[in-house]
Protein backbone atom coordinates (compact mmCIF):
# COMPACT_ATOMS: atom_id res chain seq x y z
CA UNK A 1 0.00 0.00 0.00
CA UNK A 2 1.41 3.30 -1.16
CA UNK A 3 1.33 5.82 1.81
CA UNK A 4 2.58 8.70 -0.47
CA UNK A 5 1.35 9.79 -3.55
CA UNK A 6 3.33 11.91 -5.82
CA UNK A 7 1.96 13.63 -9.28
CA UNK A 8 2.50 14.37 -12.20
CA UNK A 9 5.18 11.61 -13.14
CA UNK A 10 7.06 13.75 -15.56
CA UNK A 11 6.52 17.55 -16.07
CA UNK A 12 8.18 19.85 -18.63
CA UNK A 13 8.89 23.61 -17.83
CA UNK A 14 10.00 26.41 -20.10
CA UNK A 15 12.67 28.47 -18.44
CA UNK A 16 11.45 30.74 -16.19
CA UNK A 17 8.23 29.02 -15.72
CA UNK A 18 7.07 27.60 -12.31
CA UNK A 19 7.26 23.93 -11.89
CA UNK A 20 4.39 22.24 -9.26
CA UNK A 21 4.73 18.95 -7.89
CA UNK A 22 2.17 17.57 -5.64
CA UNK A 23 2.15 14.79 -3.53
CA UNK A 24 -1.00 13.61 -0.95
CA UNK A 25 -0.42 11.61 2.24
CA UNK A 26 -3.04 9.33 4.39
CA UNK A 27 -0.89 8.70 7.68
CA UNK A 28 -1.51 11.39 10.06
CA UNK A 29 1.42 10.86 12.18
CA UNK A 30 4.06 11.70 10.14
CA UNK A 31 5.98 14.52 11.23
CA UNK A 32 8.62 15.34 8.89
CA UNK A 33 8.35 15.98 4.69
CA UNK A 34 11.72 16.50 2.98
CA UNK A 35 11.86 16.74 -1.02
CA UNK A 36 15.18 15.03 -2.47
CA UNK A 37 16.43 16.14 -5.68
CA UNK A 38 18.38 13.50 -7.97
CA UNK A 39 20.39 14.19 -10.96
CA UNK A 40 21.08 11.00 -13.59
CA UNK A 41 23.93 8.81 -12.11
CA UNK A 42 23.86 10.56 -8.25
CA UNK A 43 21.78 9.94 -4.82
CA UNK A 44 18.93 12.06 -3.97
CA UNK A 45 19.96 15.18 -2.25
CA UNK A 46 17.53 16.84 0.29
CA UNK A 47 17.05 20.06 -1.01
CA UNK A 48 14.13 21.54 1.69
CA UNK A 49 11.75 19.93 3.86
CA UNK A 50 8.62 21.19 6.45
CA UNK A 51 7.15 20.09 9.48
CA UNK A 52 3.50 19.88 10.02
CA UNK A 53 3.26 22.64 12.13
CA UNK A 54 4.09 25.49 9.57
CA UNK A 55 1.92 26.09 6.21
CA UNK A 56 4.96 26.97 3.83
CA UNK A 57 8.42 27.15 3.65
CA UNK A 58 10.86 29.24 1.38
CA UNK A 59 14.34 28.75 0.45
CA UNK A 60 15.57 30.73 -2.54
CA UNK A 61 13.55 29.58 -5.75
CA UNK A 62 11.96 26.54 -4.03
CA UNK A 63 9.08 27.00 -1.78
CA UNK A 64 7.00 23.81 0.05
CA UNK A 65 3.41 24.24 0.77
CA UNK A 66 1.80 21.90 3.35
CA UNK A 67 -2.08 21.63 3.52
CA UNK A 68 -2.35 19.51 6.82
CA UNK A 69 -6.11 19.01 7.35
CA UNK A 70 -5.95 17.83 3.18
CA UNK A 71 -3.07 15.73 3.95
CA UNK A 72 -0.85 17.43 1.02
CA UNK A 73 1.98 19.09 0.10
CA UNK A 74 3.86 20.33 -2.94
CA UNK A 75 7.18 21.93 -4.03
CA UNK A 76 7.51 24.97 -6.30
CA UNK A 77 10.17 25.93 -8.33
CA UNK A 78 10.16 29.68 -9.26
CA UNK A 79 12.21 30.42 -11.98
CA UNK A 80 12.86 27.31 -12.97
CA UNK A 81 15.90 27.05 -14.70
CA UNK A 82 17.64 23.87 -17.14
CA UNK A 83 19.74 23.14 -14.57
CA UNK A 84 16.83 22.09 -12.36
CA UNK A 85 16.49 19.57 -14.58
CA UNK A 86 16.08 16.24 -12.52
CA UNK A 87 13.85 13.73 -10.81
CA UNK A 88 11.73 14.99 -7.71
CA UNK A 89 10.84 12.65 -4.84
CA UNK A 90 8.71 13.85 -2.17
CA UNK A 91 8.68 11.74 1.31
CA UNK A 92 7.18 11.60 4.48
CA UNK A 93 8.60 10.26 7.88
CA UNK A 94 7.84 9.67 11.46
CA UNK A 95 9.95 8.42 14.36
CA UNK A 96 8.75 4.65 14.51
CA UNK A 97 10.90 2.53 17.20
CA UNK A 98 14.23 4.26 16.79
CA UNK A 99 14.14 4.60 13.08
CA UNK A 100 13.46 7.97 10.97
CA UNK A 101 12.08 6.15 8.13
CA UNK A 102 11.10 7.58 4.84
CA UNK A 103 8.18 6.73 2.95
CA UNK A 104 8.95 7.96 -0.62
CA UNK A 105 6.49 8.99 -3.55
CA UNK A 106 7.41 8.11 -6.90
CA UNK A 107 9.13 10.33 -8.54
CA UNK A 108 8.93 13.56 -10.71
CA UNK A 109 10.99 13.66 -14.15
CA UNK A 110 11.11 17.30 -14.12
CA UNK A 111 12.52 18.84 -17.80
CA UNK A 112 13.39 22.60 -18.14
CA UNK A 113 13.44 23.71 -21.93
CA UNK A 114 16.39 26.55 -22.34
CA UNK B 1 34.11 15.50 4.23
CA UNK B 2 33.61 12.78 1.74
CA UNK B 3 30.42 11.40 1.30
CA UNK B 4 28.39 7.87 1.09
CA UNK B 5 30.23 5.73 -0.90
CA UNK B 6 28.37 2.71 -2.30
CA UNK B 7 30.64 -0.17 -4.52
CA UNK B 8 30.04 -1.33 -7.49
CA UNK B 9 28.31 1.50 -9.24
CA UNK B 10 26.64 -1.34 -11.68
CA UNK B 11 26.34 -5.02 -11.32
CA UNK B 12 24.78 -7.51 -13.77
CA UNK B 13 24.53 -10.65 -12.82
CA UNK B 14 22.47 -14.02 -13.93
CA UNK B 15 19.32 -15.36 -12.32
CA UNK B 16 20.62 -17.29 -9.33
CA UNK B 17 23.92 -16.14 -8.72
CA UNK B 18 25.24 -13.88 -5.43
CA UNK B 19 26.06 -10.60 -5.53
CA UNK B 20 27.55 -7.94 -2.43
CA UNK B 21 26.99 -4.44 -2.49
CA UNK B 22 29.11 -2.37 -0.23
CA UNK B 23 27.97 1.18 1.67
CA UNK B 24 30.50 2.97 3.14
CA UNK B 25 28.68 6.05 5.35
CA UNK B 26 30.13 9.16 6.57
CA UNK B 27 32.67 8.47 8.84
CA UNK B 28 31.04 9.30 12.10
CA UNK B 29 27.94 8.41 11.46
CA UNK B 30 25.98 5.52 13.62
CA UNK B 31 22.84 5.15 11.49
CA UNK B 32 23.14 3.71 8.05
CA UNK B 33 20.13 2.86 6.02
CA UNK B 34 19.77 0.54 3.12
CA UNK B 35 16.99 1.68 -0.11
CA UNK B 36 16.09 0.18 -3.05
CA UNK B 37 13.98 1.23 -5.94
CA UNK B 38 12.57 -0.21 -8.76
CA UNK B 39 12.26 0.77 -11.96
CA UNK B 40 9.48 3.41 -12.10
CA UNK B 41 8.38 3.37 -8.49
CA UNK B 42 9.03 4.44 -4.94
CA UNK B 43 12.02 4.53 -3.29
CA UNK B 44 11.72 1.81 -0.54
CA UNK B 45 13.27 1.38 3.04
CA UNK B 46 14.91 -2.28 3.44
CA UNK B 47 16.80 -1.78 6.60
CA UNK B 48 18.66 0.62 9.51
CA UNK B 49 21.64 0.03 11.38
CA UNK B 50 22.91 1.49 14.35
CA UNK B 51 26.27 0.95 14.80
CA UNK B 52 26.60 -3.04 14.21
CA UNK B 53 22.89 -3.25 15.63
CA UNK B 54 20.12 -4.02 12.98
CA UNK B 55 17.26 -1.26 14.69
CA UNK B 56 15.23 -2.19 11.91
CA UNK B 57 15.23 -4.52 8.96
CA UNK B 58 11.14 -4.59 8.60
CA UNK B 59 11.66 -3.72 4.98
CA UNK B 60 13.84 -7.06 4.04
CA UNK B 61 12.14 -8.57 1.10
CA UNK B 62 12.26 -11.98 1.89
CA UNK B 63 15.34 -14.40 3.44
CA UNK B 64 17.71 -14.06 0.03
CA UNK B 65 18.70 -10.43 1.44
CA UNK B 66 21.36 -10.33 4.01
CA UNK B 67 22.78 -7.13 5.70
CA UNK B 68 25.98 -6.98 8.08
CA UNK B 69 28.02 -4.00 9.36
CA UNK B 70 30.52 -5.68 11.03
CA UNK B 71 32.59 -3.12 13.52
CA UNK B 72 29.48 -0.20 12.83
CA UNK B 73 31.72 1.12 9.91
CA UNK B 74 30.82 -0.20 6.55
CA UNK B 75 27.76 -2.33 5.47
CA UNK B 76 27.56 -5.11 3.20
CA UNK B 77 24.23 -6.05 1.29
CA UNK B 78 24.18 -9.53 -0.17
CA UNK B 79 21.54 -11.31 -2.27
CA UNK B 80 21.34 -15.09 -2.69
CA UNK B 81 20.27 -16.61 -4.91
CA UNK B 82 19.66 -13.25 -6.91
CA UNK B 83 15.95 -13.14 -8.70
CA UNK B 84 15.09 -11.37 -11.67
CA UNK B 85 12.28 -9.21 -9.16
CA UNK B 86 15.48 -8.09 -7.06
CA UNK B 87 16.84 -5.69 -10.40
CA UNK B 88 16.70 -1.93 -8.64
CA UNK B 89 18.91 0.80 -7.71
CA UNK B 90 19.70 0.03 -4.28
CA UNK B 91 21.00 2.98 -1.96
CA UNK B 92 22.84 3.53 0.90
CA UNK B 93 22.51 6.31 3.42
CA UNK B 94 24.10 7.56 6.48
CA UNK B 95 23.22 10.07 9.20
CA UNK B 96 24.95 11.25 12.37
CA UNK B 97 22.08 10.21 15.43
CA UNK B 98 18.36 9.25 15.22
CA UNK B 99 17.28 12.29 16.02
CA UNK B 100 18.54 13.82 12.75
CA UNK B 101 15.89 13.65 10.36
CA UNK B 102 18.57 14.44 7.24
CA UNK B 103 19.83 11.79 5.23
CA UNK B 104 22.92 11.53 3.17
CA UNK B 105 22.61 8.84 0.40
CA UNK B 106 24.90 7.37 -1.70
CA UNK B 107 24.76 6.94 -5.85
CA UNK B 108 23.83 3.74 -5.41
CA UNK B 109 23.90 0.52 -6.93
CA UNK B 110 22.59 -0.62 -10.05
CA UNK B 111 21.50 -3.94 -10.38
CA UNK B 112 20.43 -6.00 -12.95
CA UNK B 113 19.74 -9.71 -13.12
CA UNK B 114 19.16 -11.08 -16.26
Known amino acids: QQQVKQSPQSLIVQKGGISIINCAYENTAFDYFPWYQQFPGKGPALLIA?????SEKKEGRFTISFNKSAKQFSLHIMDSQPGDSATYFCAASRRTGGTYKYIFGTGTRLKVLA | EAGVTQFPSHSVIEKGQTVTLRCDPISGHDNLYWYRRVMGKEIKFLLH????????ESGMPNNRFLAERTGGTYSTLKVQPAELEDSGVYFC????????????FGSGTRLTVV
Open chain 2, 93 to 104: ASSQDTNNYGYT
Open chain 1, 50 to 54: IRPDV
Open chain 2, 49 to 56: FVKESKQD
